[in-house]
């Protein structure tokens, strides 16, 4: 990556659009404009070589912090050198002109991405994979002391490399550095960046850290997976109190293109956007590791590779059934595939959502135990009357399933679920229940609620204004209670 540098000329600048010359470079295309400046297509007037030149606009150029803000993405971008973000070359200062020269990108935004209707929307693997790459791409960021602030589908391009997507983190112009510089240009009071994408810390001006991206790439994905962003108010101040106080709505069932959003990745979006800083993702890192999780690459077709013993252990019984000359029991046995099949379904979406591996799952670092299994039962006798069991060997790998959910008692076994019922208390009453594997806001305690029962454990999550977020398991196969009590947040009056 090339030096940055600095030059002066005595006399004033010809006037800059399509045509003229800045330094070495010919702007010959406008391809974009913004609140602070331009951006040209530009060619080296010997060389040939394509570049971008980003032109700070001229009622900002008389403002030393803005050019000195401006000029400070050359400087950061540098000092990061990573290969998902976008590469500055120069950055040049006249009388009356600030620019920079910057590689030209050919590709989109992933806001145009995310314009597309229908089955032309990207599929959740292609978006995964964008947001994959901008987070390795800002964890590289803050490993360098620099915190983005303004993070939003407008600043990602996707270039296309190789037949596969290449994603670029664009605008570092209002990126925090550690620094005495930065400290004394963006102090705390200061309100910089996009509001709907902005962490409840920065919308209230005070100091932020690199939790505020990870929030920020929440809300990203959160765009994503339902097609609008968790948070929207008239004014400023509507929108600041809504996002620092509500908890966003629960995520779809569908992508905009039609695709199941798997469990776990709506629930590291959740995650993404917790109040306090401390119960999100503790780093950019441990996102994108996240998202390299197989039940979120894979998404619906995971489940679809589940559903493949249950389908072959169906026709391995009809076919016994008919040769054995009992055709009647064809029926039974495609009931019971089937249900076994809705089991196997709803195990795995309760299942991606593991207990955290990096932090504790409680607001305090520690991390809450969970519910106590229930005693192994012994398993049931095997019926005659039910060949799928044991044609169904293909499911032996998944004991728990196999103890707990199948039909027992013969033909006289009801194939509805039955619900089980959570008890929910918390000291003091008052907080907020919400459901990790779901995104389902359950009540407030105390709280009593039915639930379907699973043959698994899922999280569950209490929050109240003023006081710790615990996280903590409930066994689903039998009704179930939890009392909490909930730690003060010692610092929260200093805070206000």
């Not at 995971?302 to 391995?316: E, F, I, M, N």
């Amino acid at each position: 990556m090339a030096d940055t540098s600095t030059s002066t000329r005595a006399s004033q600048p010809p006037g800059v659009d399509v045509g003229a010359t800045l330094g070495s470079y010919e702007l010959v295309e406008l391809l974009g404009a913004g609140a602070m400046g331009r951006v040209y297509r530009g060619r080296h007037v010997r060389l040939g070589r394509e570049v971008a030149v980003k032109v700070l606009n001229a009622e900002y150029v008389a403002r030393p912090d803005i050019v000195q803000r401006f000029f400070r993405e050359a400087r950061v971008v540098n000092d990061i050198d990573h290969e998902h973000i976008v590469e500055v070359w120069d950055f040049v200062e006249q009388p009356g002109l600030a620019y920079l020269v910057m590689e030209l990108l050919e590709g989109e935004s992933l806001r145009a991405l995310m314009k597309r209707r229908g089955r032309k929307y990207p599929p959740l693997r292609r978006l995964v994979g964008i947001m994959t790459q901008v987070c390795d791409a800002l964890a590289a960021a803050h490993g360098k002391g620099v915190v983005h602030r303004d993070l939003k589908p407008d600043n990602i391009f996707v270039v296309p490399r190789n037949g596969a997507d290449y994603a670029k983190v664009l605008d570092f112009g209002v990126a925090k550095l550690h620094d005495s510089l930065d400290k004394h240009e963006t102090s705390a009071g200061v309100i910089l960046g996009t509001p709907h994408y902005m962490a409840p810390e920065q919308a209230l001006g005070r100091e932020v850290d690199g939790r505020a991206d990870v929030w920020a790439a929440g809300v990203v994905l959160y765009e994503i997976l339902a097609g609008a962003v968790p948070f929207t108010a008239p004014s400023f101040v509507e929108l600041a109190t809504r996002i620092r106080e509500e908890a966003p709505k629960p995520l779809p069932r569908k992508t905009p293109r039609g695709e199941r959003i798997p469990a776990l990745l709506a629930a590291a979006v959740m995650r993404c956007l917790e109040k306090a800083p401390a119960d999100r993702f503790r780093s950019m890192g441990a996102l994108a590791d996240a998202l390299r999780e197989p039940e979120i690459r894979a998404g619906g077709a995971s489940r679809l590779r589940l559903l493949l013993p249950v389908g072959a252990a169906l026709a391995v019984a009809a076919f016994a059934a008919v040769r054995l000359g009992v055709p009647q029991r064809i029926s039974a046995a495609r009931e019971s595939a089937g249900k076994v099949a809705r089991e196997l379904v709803d195990d795995a979406r309760a299942a991606v959502l593991p207990e955290p591996r990096r932090e504790g799952a409680a607001g305090n670092g520690q991390r809450v135990p969970a519910a106590p299994a229930r005693p192994p039962q012994p398993p049931a006798p095997a019926s005659p009357a039910r060949p799928l069991h044991a044609a169904s060997s293909s499911t032996a790998s998944r004991p728990a399933l196999a103890a707990s959910s199948r039909p027992r008692g013969g033909a006289a076994a009801s194939t509805r679920r039955a619900a089980v019922e959570l008890d929910l208390r918390s000291t003091p009453a008052g907080a907020t229940v919400l459901r990790l594997d779901t995104g389902e806001r359950l009540g407030k305690t105390p709280l009593k609620v039915n639930v379907a029962q699973k043959p698994a454990k899922v999280w569950l999550q209490m929050r109240l204004d003023g006081y710790t977020t615990v996280k903590f398991a409930v066994d689903l196969r039998s009704d179930a209670s939890a009392n909490v009590a909930l730690k003060r947040v010692a610092s929260k009056t200093a805070r206000r």
